[in-house]
C-alpha cells in the first residue's frame, strides 16, 4: 500500500508570492491534516479536512487555505508569503471515520521564502 | 486550550539501557494519544496509537501507557540501539467538530554505541 506522498519535496519562494503544495492520502483514508513544523514553534496544526470539508482549523491567519477533492487528495494554499513561512510543511492522513486509526505522515515538503 | 509537555528536551544513553521518555496534557478529554519518530529532515513514523480507553499498547522493545485521570502517558524503550537515536514526539488528539491534534515539542535522543 502506498502511503501518503507529498509534492513538491523543496520549494524556493520569494516575499509576497503564492504557493500550493499537495499531498495524496493513503488510499481509502478520507482524513488529511497539515501541520507547520518550524524549529521555534515546533508542528503546529493548520487545518482537517474530511470528505472535502474542512472539518477543524488551527489559529492560522486566512493566508493560509485548503481544499480537499472527491478523491481525498488535498492541497494547501499561502498567499502573499512571509519570510516567516518557511518551514517543513506535513501531510497526514487516516481514516477518519467513528474508530479512526493512527495518522500517517508524508515526508512533507520544505519552503524556504527569500 | 491543550497543552502537551515532554520532558526531558534531550537525552544521551549508552546502548542497551532500557529508558524512559515522559509526556503530560493538560485536558483529559482525549480522543487518542499518538507517540511518532522523526529522523531529521523526515516526517513522522508512527510508533504507537492508544486509544482513550486504552491503557497501554505493545510494540516489540516499546511500550507505551496511558493515564487519563493523571494527563500522562511514557514510552518505554528497552535494550536502546543506535538505531534508535531520533526525535520522539508525542500527540494528543481532540474532537472538537473534526480531529484536530496537539503536538508536544519532543524528545532528542541520542544512544551512544
Known amino acids: 500500500k502506498a502511503g501518503v506522498t507529498q509534492t513538491p519535496r523543496y520549494l524556493i519562494k520569494t516575499r509576497g508570492q503564492q504557493v500550493t503544495l499537495s499531498c495524496s492520502p493513503i488510499?481509502?483514508?478520507?482524513?488529511v491534516s497539515w501541520y507547520q513544523q518550524t524549529p521555534g514553534q515546533g508542528l503546529q496544526f493548520l487545518f482537517e479536512?474530511?470528505?472535502?470539508?474542512?472539518?477543524n482549523k488551527g489559529n492560522f491567519p486566512g493566508r493560509f487555505s485548503g481544499r480537499q477533492f472527491s478523491n481525498s487528495r488535498s492541497e494547501m494554499n499561502v498567499s502573499t508569503l512571509e519570510l516567516g513561512d518557511s518551514a517543513l510543511y506535513l501531510c497526514?492522513?487516516?481514516?477518519?471515520?467513528?474508530?479512526?486509526?493512527?495518522?500517517?505522515f508524508g515526508d512533507g515538503t520544505r519552503l524556504s521564502i527569500l | 486550550k491543550q497543552e502537551v509537555t515532554q520532558i526531558p528536551a534531550a537525552l544521551s544513553v549508552p546502548e542497551g539501557e532500557n529508558l524512559v521518555l515522559n509526556c503530560s496534557f493538560t485536558d483529559s478529554a482525549i480522543y487518542n494519544l499518538q507517540w511518532f519518530r522523526q529522523d531529521p529532515g523526515k516526517g513522522l513514523t508512527s510508533l504507537l496509537l492508544i486509544q482513550s480507553s486504552q491503557r497501554e499498547q505493545t510494540s516489540g522493545r516499546l511500550n507505551a501507557s496511558l493515564d487519563k485521570s493523571s494527563g500522562r502517558s511514557t514510552l518505554y524503550i528497552a535494550a536502546s540501539q543506535p538505531g534508535d537515536s531520533a526525535t520522539y514526539l508525542c500527540a494528543v488528539t481532540l474532537v472538537t467538530g473534526g480531529f484536530k491534534t496537539i503536538f508536544g515539542a519532543g524528545t532528542r535522543l541520542f544512544v551512544k554505541a
Open positions: 488510499s481509502g483514508h478520507r482524513s
Open positions: 497526514a492522513s487516516s481514516p477518519g471515520g467513528r474508530e479512526d486509526g493512527p495518522q500517517h
Open positions: 479536512y474530511f470528505s472535502e470539508t474542512q472539518r
